[in-house]
């Protein structure tokens, strides 16, 4: 459970800060200074910003969950891990703009907390 809690926290930053800045090099100096005026968002910059707020609303219950499970010696593995595929699978789908499939992903990911909340009561 350890190493799922790991990559989950990995994903984050790769999602929530390294693919938007990587995305946004061209305006490095204002990513680095005080950020005082507001810059225009390509569409790919904009989906992925929202899929970095989107993965930041399912972190901490899958933090939670992922915890609890060890502090009460449930294994919940399993759906740990489909969160995890699910997840990424999310962010690929809604950075590159397939909807439909993201929207499995997403339900599919919610599926995995049930089930992960389902195993520890």
Not at 9 to 20: E, H, K, N, R, S
Request: glycine share 6%; net charge neutral.
């Amino acid at each position: 459970m350890e190493t799922l809690i790991v990559m989950s926290l990995v994903l984050a930053i790769l999602q929530i800060w390294l693919i938007p800045m990587t995305i946004n090099i061209k305006n490095l100096n204002w990513m680095i200074g005080n950020r005082e005026t507001s810059i225009e968002e390509t569409p790919l910059l904009a989906r992925a910003n929202k899929a970095g707020s989107n993965l930041q609303e399912s972190l901490p219950a899958f933090l939670a969950l992922a915890l609890l499970s060890m502090i009460l010696d449930i294994d919940v593995t399993n759906a740990a891990c489909w969160w995890l595929i699910f997840r990424v699978a999310h962010g690929v789908c809604y950075i590159g703009g397939i909807k439909y499939l993201r929207t499995l992903a997403y339900f599919g990911s919610i599926g995995s907390l049930i089930a992960m909340a389902c195993a520890l009561v």
